[in-house]
């Protein structure tokens, strides 16, 4: 099994496009890098500590890092399903009133992405008036990725919107090939 295919989830695939697939599979790699970047620079933030000799400039980029991971991570984790995603509620019905949550839930996340790209953006803009020291970069940088997620989370919300109401949100998920098989109380009463 290719990388790619542990990668890019295949659950729910009534609601995704496949040219899409690429960029979930570009973005779960980059949360990687982004979670092991930021895993290895608060441990050599400690280290270089520990000698008493401190890299000041270590807690700009694990401050990068944590930031970026989190909204790439969640922008992936919306075409997951996997965040930002009331299932406990819309699972629980079917028909009709399941496709009235399913659509608002979605209405609801593209207002969150619609203020992650307004405000991210207004704040990336303020962002070059202050600077990170010590390197004097403009905070902009840190905010740049804001507006980035809420592009990315609308994008994966409107795929599943027209999908959803393409193909109807309600569908079985195929068997786990992973899962260990479910062996009911009448098959083990069977069992010698």
Not at 51 to 75: D, N, R
Request: charged fraction near 15%; proline fraction near 5%.
């Amino acid at each position: 099994m290719a990388i790619a295919d542990k990668l890019v989830l295949q659950r729910q695939r009534h609601l995704k496009w496949r040219w899409l697939d690429w960029l979930e599979l570009a973005l779960m790699i980059l949360c990687g890098v982004l979670c092991f970047g930021f895993s290895l620079s608060v441990t050599a933030d400690i280290v270089t500590r520990t000698i008493g000799h401190p890299w000041l400039w270590l807690q700009e980029v694990t401050s990068t890092l944590f930031i970026y991971a989190i909204f790439i991570g969640t922008a992936v984790a919306t075409r997951r399903n996997d965040h930002l995603y009331l299932t406990a509620i819309s699972e629980a019905m079917h028909g009709v009133p399941r496709i009235i949550v399913e659509v608002i839930i979605r209405l609801i996340v593209l207002g969150v992405a619609f203020c992650l790209i307004w405000y991210g953006y207004q704040n990336y803009l303020r962002g070059f008036g202050s600077f990170r020291l010590p390197s004097g970069t403009p905070i902009a940088s840190l905010y740049a990725i804001i507006p980035v997620s809420g592009i990315l989370i609308g994008l994966f919300t409107i795929e599943q919107l027209v999908n959803g109401l393409r193909n109807g949100f309600d569908h079985p998920e195929p068997l786990d090939e992973d899962a260990a098989p479910v062996v009911t109380e009448a098959q083990m009463r069977a069992q010698p």
